[in-house]
T-cell receptor, first 114, second 113 residues
Framework: DSGVTQTPKHLITATGQRVTLRCSPRSGDLSVYWYQQSLDQGLQFLIQYYNGEERAKGNILERFSAQQFPDLHSELNLSSLELGDSALYFC?????????????FGDGTRLSIL | GESVGLHLPTLSVQEGDNSIINCAYSNSASDYFIWYKQESGKGPQFIIDIRSNMDKRQGQRVTVLLNKTVKHLSLQIAATQPGDSAVYFCAVPEEDSSYKLIFGSGTRLLVRP
């Protein structure tokens, strides 16, 4: 158990809809990362937050947004969903958010768009 | 079960044998390296890391070797067990970034009973 909690585990919705994925980091970790993992692209970095502020951005679509709250949990919002958004979405956390330490991953949310 | 990638290189080993999984990186300035294991239906799990001031680091049944000259990283698993079957990723910091990690595409390890 990594200590990172993601909910829900599975989400099934339709094109055009909006969903919110939630992540609670490991106790003591200040930084949260979001990744997308699809069958043909591996782990793709979306966005990182540190202590409530955005720190780094990857290939995150404009339809996607995220935030980190004062209690350090984070939410990833996906809107105007398309079939191609079907993927596993992982949250990871680390203590300082620097790349010289490991990130610890949750077990992900599997998003299926019908 | 769930598959992480359709075209991952696959290493098939007999239970009890040693496994070696390789990773090449491109940035000669990389100073930190991590190995992750991802089992079907789960998130990547941290296994072991190594910094560039070391050539070798050992954990429980795992050893990471770093060859900076040829920019190569390997993960050795001793006495491979069925529970070791998973996809293994290496990760390194992105060049010119203090925050992002870049993940390899992974190698699927299959352990034959």
């Amino acid at each position: 158990d990594s200590g990172v909690t993601q909910t829900p585990k599975h989400l099934i919705t339709a094109t055009g809809q909006r969903v919110t994925l939630r992540c609670s980091p490991r106790s003591g970790d200040l930084s949260v990362y979001w990744y997308q993992q699809s069958l043909d692209q591996g782990l793709q970095f979306l966005i990182q937050y540190y202590n409530g502020e955005e720190r780094a951005k990857g290939n995150i679509l404009e339809r996607f947004s995220a935030q980190q709250f004062p209690d350090l949990h984070s939410e990833l919002n996906l809107s105007s969903l398309e079939l191609g958004d079907s993927a596993l979405y992982f949250c990871a956390s680390s203590a300082t958010g620097l790349s010289n330490q490991p990130q610890h991953f949750g077990d992900g949310t599997r998003l299926s768009i019908l | 079960g769930e598959s992480v990638g359709l075209h991952l290189p696959t290493l098939s080993v007999q239970e009890g044998d040693n496994s070696i999984i390789n990773c090449a990186y491109s940035n000669s300035a990389s100073d930190y390296f991590i190995w992750y294991k991802q089992e079907s239906g789960k998130g990547p799990q941290f296994i072991i890391d190594i910094r560039s001031n070391m050539d070798k680091r050992q954990g429980q049944r795992v050893t990471v070797l770093l060859n900076k000259t040829v920019k190569h990283l390997s993960l050795q698993i001793a006495a491979t067990q069925p529970g070791d079957s998973a996809v293994y990723f290496c990760a390194v910091p992105e060049e010119d970034s203090s925050y992002k990690l870049i993940f390899g595409s992974g190698t699927r390890l299959l352990v034959r009973p």
